[in-house]
């Protein structure tokens, strides 16, 4: 009898543990970060820019000057929440692709604290509270809808999104409204802001939030039992119930952490990112978006918190650099360039799935091209005779 | 063209064999020597015995011999020139099949359309009808009779594997390759399959059995081929060997004390058992009455079964794999929602309770399946070391925060008692041997300090080493006056350890007794469902 070879594990978590190319993860997650930007300098060179120069105009934008450096971890820190909320529910086994719905009812959740006065420091807390509670409660239906119903979480958070981002819409025209600029919502009371750290930039206090929430989550799930218990049940959750965990509970649990986590990203965006303070209920675009390239960080950062720190870092000066490079003397990139370096990149994470697809048709093609040559043998003989 | 013929013809009169391997060696990328220069010649109308302990390469060689697997040297011929097949397909279209021990078949589909579904190409038009009287022309043709319309899942494991073979039958091969086919039959399907495979020798196809069954390998093979630690050890005619003389060529020469030859003994020939005198409990720790369960496809498994288990005895329940053995254990550690019936231990009840709850209890569960159930593979040893007990005080500090130096020695100090060998607690299980595996599920489950131990399939797939030392064990808190209730398909192994034993048929227990009470062709008949005919005495 032969033993057979143990594959027992979450599909979903396959390559979080296991790479393709048998590099070490971080190495792969540079690797993929290469290709994307790569690709992008092709594509920039194709539309007959100069990606020698439009590079070097991105990266000394996010990382040449102090400044640069503030504005890229400013525009990372939201991401690092919204990129742990993708990482806590696939550690638990689920595919959660609603932070950015989440997110955005945490935003407008943070907003009601425009409608009250507390002394200062307790006015941020509250309003973290209210926006990580906000952004749970969000996450909490698809929750119960996949443990009661078996409804894919993948379908009714995308929906969710869409739900929430029209209902923060309306909110913000309706309710929340400020009244003398109807475009935008009340903007957040300056005892409730999240002090900026460097002067001159955007680059608040929120950061260290960010950051804290990640070592927490790191500690959460590799150092006390409720995280092992989630780590268990999104590794297999057969053996987990064996072990007495309860998987319904661990799934309810990712999914309120993730969306706490959600919301935070949107309290740190409106009450922690200068200048606006508020959301532009039009399009909102200082949110829209934020929700999926958080997905784009966990998987760099091989959604693990302490790579996703590393992984926003990284996008965040992709965001910020971008800016300076769209206006770059007479190399213009357009900043949507910025954004096909980042889709590139996830592709780029992607291509380790194809290459487990590739010997299949690697076998296939050979195969045609054999029959062709023996066909080709058999007509020649045939001829000779 | 002419002379061409002629010297093909005198080339297959000269070389009368149909495959031969020569010295062929596989080392895989890890380092591992799965196979050391092994050469063997198959012929038509021969049925070889491939015998060996678990990894001594039969797997490999088998795979290797079928072109599936590159040989690191050696080669592979036949007399039309070397082989090298980059799928079972071209192994198939070259007359090489293989019966694997796990069947590749579509449940929901059925019997005709899987058979079916291994002859068309991609995207070629499927013409059931024609697949459905060809496969009735070859069930004809074989005497192997199935269901043509019923879904596979909805047949036996017997029927499944006949339809497994026909499927490779119906490609017309020379070559029929089975891997332990007999571990999932009743002794009477096994009679039917021994008897098919002679039918298909007399038609001159070559057959390789796999096994570690030498009572098989003297009924129904020509030929025997011994491998061991990847060496072939031996490539005799079966009548020339001795049960004893295989035996002592699985082993080893070189490890030839007695001790080896009994532990072999105590698997394979007639049982020795020193059984204690029993100094069972008073009180039965775990009490069935009534218990009924389904299986996952709702077919009902276990049906009013009543049973005690007392301290200080083990409780063996024989019977052929499938026939409700794992709802059951499932049942009675809350893995599963039985229908109707009470368990309890020690007066509380534990169906439909909670796992967690259940090892409060003093519960030990040493699951069938250790990858599905037993252990998180990905996990290191140390977190699956605490797998289910997680939530002791001694592991859990302030905060549920894991304390993981005290976790670590625990951990060290059962790789110690238990004799886990691995690099260190944080090494992952998916590295572990399966014997080690299998230690560390076991030590983890004794250091509960059970009051009873559910063990299903405990040694299933060990060496006999690791099997010996786990028996050992369980015999061990036997004698401490812990209750055991020992699942096993092993029947060797239930006879050997059981104090009573209970043999189950399709959900029920066909007999419950002690070990002597019934010979092996008594057990054989039960096992298969037939009733004793004589009242018991």
């Known amino acids: 009898?032969?033993?057979?070879?143990?594959?027992?594990?979450?599909?979903?978590?396959?390559?979080?543990?296991?790479?393709?190319?048998?590099?070490?993860?971080?190495?792969?997650?540079?690797?993929?970060?290469?290709?994307?930007?790569?690709?992008?300098?092709?594509?920039?060179?194709?539309?007959?820019?100069?990606?020698?120069?439009?590079?070097?105009?991105?990266?000394?934008?996010?990382?040449?000057?102090?400044?640069?450096?503030?504005?890229?971890?400013?525009?990372?820190?939201?991401?690092?929440?919204?990129?742990?909320?993708?990482?806590?529910?696939?550690?638990?086994?689920?595919?959660?692709?609603?932070?950015?719905?989440?997110?955005?009812?945490?935003?407008?959740?943070?907003?009601?604290?425009?409608?009250?006065?507390?002394?200062?420091?307790?006015?941020?807390?509250?309003?973290?509270?209210?926006?990580?509670?906000?952004?749970?409660?969000?996450?909490?239906?698809?929750?119960?809808?996949?443990?009661?119903?078996?409804?894919?979480?993948?379908?009714?958070?995308?929906?969710?999104?869409?739900?929430?981002?029209?209902?923060?819409?309306w909110l913000g025209i309706h309710v929340l409204v400020d009244p003398i600029r109807a475009e935008k919502t009340l903007t957040i009371p300056k005892a409730a802001r999240f002090p900026v750290i460097v002067r001159g930039t955007d680059l608040t206090a929120s950061v260290f939030m960010a950051v804290g929430v990640a070592l927490i989550i790191y500690f959460v799930l590799w150092h006390t039992t409720v995280g092992y218990e989630v780590r268990a049940a999104g590794l297999n959750p057969t053996a987990a119930r064996y072990g007495g965990i309860r998987n319904k509970r661990t799934m309810i649990l990712a999914f309120l952490l993730g969306g706490a986590t959600a919301g935070l990203a949107g309290a740190a965006l409106v009450m922690g990112l200068p200048p606006s303070y508020a959301i532009f209920s039009s399009g909102m675009p200082n949110l829209t978006n934020m929700g999926f390239d958080g997905m784009a960080v966990a998987m760099v950062g091989r959604n693990h918190p302490i790579g996703i720190l590393f992984a926003a870092l990284f996008f965040g000066g992709l965001n910020a650099g971008g800016r300076v490079m769209q206006f770059y003397g007479s190399n213009p990139v357009p900043l949507e360039m910025v954004r096909v370096v980042m889709g590139a990149i996830v592709l780029a994470m992607s291509v380790p799935e194809l290459i487990r697809l590739f010997p299949a048709v690697k076998k296939s093609v050979m195969n045609i091209v054999e029959r062709i040559r023996n066909r080709r043998a058999r007509a020649a003989q045939e001829v000779s005779e | 063209m002419t002379s061409e013929?002629?010297?093909?013809?005198?080339?297959?009169?000269?070389?009368?064999?149909?495959?031969?391997?020569?010295?062929?060696?596989?080392?895989?990328?890890?380092?591992?020597?799965?196979?050391?220069?092994?050469?063997?010649?198959?012929?038509?109308?021969?049925?070889?015995?491939?015998?060996?302990?678990?990894?001594?390469?039969?797997?490999?060689?088998?795979?290797?011999?079928?072109?599936?697997?590159?040989?690191?040297?050696?080669?592979?011929?036949?007399?039309?020139?070397?082989?090298?097949?980059?799928s079972p397909r071209e192994a198939l279209d070259f007359g090489i099949g293989m019966v694997h021990q796990h069947f590749a078949l579509v449940g929901p589909f059925t019997a005709a359309e899987n058979v079916a579904l291994s002859h068309e190409r991609p995207f070629s038009r499927l013409q059931l009808s024609k697949a459905n009287a060809r496969l009735q022309a070859l069930m004809e043709e074989s005497g192997l009779r199935v269901p043509l319309d019923v879904p596979i899942e909805k047949l036996a494991v017997g029927e499944q594997q006949r339809v497994e073979i026909l499927k490779v039958l119906s490609r017309d091969v020379d070559l029929l390759i089975l891997d332990e086919p007999t571990s999932v039959l009743t002794p009477l399907e096994v009679d039917e399959l021994f008897n098919l495979l002679r039918r298909l020798r007399g038609e001159g196809k070559s057959i390789i059995l796999i096994t570690h069954k030498l009572k098989e390998v003297q009924s129904v093979t020509d030929r025997v081929v011994v491998l061991?630690?990847?060496?072939?050890?031996?490539?005799?005619?079966?009548?020339?060997?001795?049960?004893?003389?295989?035996?002592?060529?699985?082993?080893?020469?070189?490890?030839?004390?007695?001790?080896?030859?009994?532990?072999?003994?105590?698997?394979?020939?007639?049982?020795?058992?020193?059984?204690?005198?029993?100094?069972?409990?008073?009180?039965?720790?775990?009490?069935?009455?009534?218990?009924?369960?389904?299986?996952?496809?709702?077919?009902?498994?276990?049906?009013?079964?009543?049973?005690?288990v007392y301290g200080g005895e083990i409780f063996g329940i024989a019977g052929v794999e499938g026939n409700g053995q794992s709802e059951l254990v499932e049942s009675l550690t809350g893995l599963r929602v039985?229908?109707?019936?009470?368990?309890?231990?020690?007066?509380?009840?534990?169906?439909?309770?909670?796992?967690?709850?259940?090892?409060?209890?003093?519960?030990?569960?040493?699951?069938?399946?250790?990858?599905?159930?037993?252990?998180?593979?990905?996990?290191?040893?140390?977190?699956?070391?605490?797998?289910?007990?997680?939530?002791?005080?001694?592991?859990?500090?302030?905060?549920?925060?894991?304390?993981?130096?005290?976790?670590?020695?625990?951990?060290?100090?059962?790789?110690?008692?238990?004799?886990?060998?691995?690099?260190?607690?944080?090494?992952?299980?998916?590295?572990?041997?399966?014997?080690?595996?299998?230690?560390?599920?076991?030590?983890?489950?004794?250091?509960?300090?059970?009051?009873?131990?559910?063990?299903?399939?405990?040694?299933?797939?060990?060496?006999?080493?690791?099997?010996?030392?786990?028996?050992?064990?369980?015999?061990?808190?036997?004698?401490?006056?812990?209750?055991?209730?020992?699942?096993?398909?092993?029947?060797?192994?239930?006879?050997?350890?059981?104090?009573?034993?209970?043999?189950?048929y399709e959900g029920r227990f066909m007999t419950v007794c002690a070990p002597d009470d019934l010979d092996r062709e008594q057990i054989g008949l039960l096992m298969g469902g037939v009733q004793r005919q004589e009242a018991p005495v």
């Open chain 1, 1 to 169: 009898m032969s033993e057979p070879t143990a594959t027992k594990e979450s599909r979903l978590l396959r390559g979080v543990h296991k790479t393709v190319t048998g590099l070490h993860p971080v190495f792969e997650s540079l690797l993929a970060g290469a290709v994307g930007l790569l690709i992008g300098a092709l594509l920039m060179y194709i539309w007959g820019f100069n990606p020698w120069r439009a590079y070097i105009a991105l990266f000394k934008g996010a990382f040449g000057d102090s400044y640069g450096w503030a504005s890229s971890i400013a525009r990372g820190t939201p991401l690092i929440l919204t990129a742990l909320t993708f990482s806590i529910c696939l550690r638990a086994g689920m595919f959660n692709i609603g932070a950015e719905g989440q997110m955005m009812i945490g935003a407008i959740a943070a907003i009601t604290i425009a409608l009250f006065t507390l002394p200062s420091g307790i006015h941020t807390v509250v309003g973290l509270l209210i926006a990580a509670a906000a952004g749970a409660a969000w996450s909490i239906v698809p929750a119960i809808l996949k443990i009661t119903r078996g409804v894919s979480e993948v379908i009714s958070t995308i929906m969710f999104n869409w739900i929430g981002r029209f209902l923060v819409i």
């Open chain 2, 5 to 86: 013929k002629t010297a093909v013809s005198t080339e297959r009169i000269k070389d009368s064999y149909f495959l031969r391997g020569e010295n062929m060696t596989k080392i895989y990328s890890d380092g591992t020597v799965a196979l050391k220069d092994a050469s063997i010649e198959i012929h038509a109308h021969e049925i070889i015995g491939l015998l060996g302990e678990n990894g001594a390469g039969k797997t490999t060689f088998t795979k290797i011999l079928s072109g599936l697997l590159p040989p690191t040297s050696g080669r592979v011929v036949s007399p039309r020139g070397p082989v090298r097949f980059s």
């Open chain 2, 228 to 308: 061991r630690h990847g060496e072939l050890v031996g490539d005799v005619p079966t009548e020339s060997a001795t049960t004893e003389q295989l035996a002592q060529l699985m082993v080893g020469q070189a490890l030839e004390t007695e001790a080896r030859v009994v532990e072999l003994s105590d698997k394979e020939l007639p049982i020795k058992r020193e059984r204690r005198a029993v100094n069972r409990t008073e009180m039965s720790v775990l009490h069935v009455e009534g218990l009924s369960a389904r299986g996952d496809t709702g077919e009902a498994a276990v049906e009013d079964l009543t049973f005690d």
């Open chain 2, 338 to 504: 039985p229908t109707a019936g009470v368990a309890t231990i020690r007066g509380t009840n534990i169906l439909g309770v909670d796992p967690r709850q259940i090892y409060k209890l003093g519960v030990a569960h040493i699951p069938e399946d250790r990858w599905e159930l037993g252990l998180v593979l990905p996990f290191t040893l140390a977190e699956n070391a605490i797998l289910g007990v997680h939530q002791w005080k001694e592991f859990k500090g302030p905060l549920s925060f894991l304390r993981w130096g005290k976790i670590n020695t625990h951990v060290r100090a059962l790789m110690d008692r238990f004799e886990i060998r691995a690099a260190g607690p944080s090494a992952p299980a998916k590295s572990l041997s399966g014997g080690n595996q299998q230690k560390l599920i076991v030590g983890r489950e004794l250091a509960k300090d059970p009051a009873i131990i559910v063990a299903s399939q405990p040694t299933r797939g060990l060496d006999i080493g690791a099997a010996k030392y786990i028996r050992d064990l369980l015999v061990e808190m036997r004698d401490a006056g812990r209750a055991i209730l020992l699942v096993s398909a092993d029947l060797d192994e239930v006879l050997a350890l059981a104090d009573r034993i209970a043999i189950m």
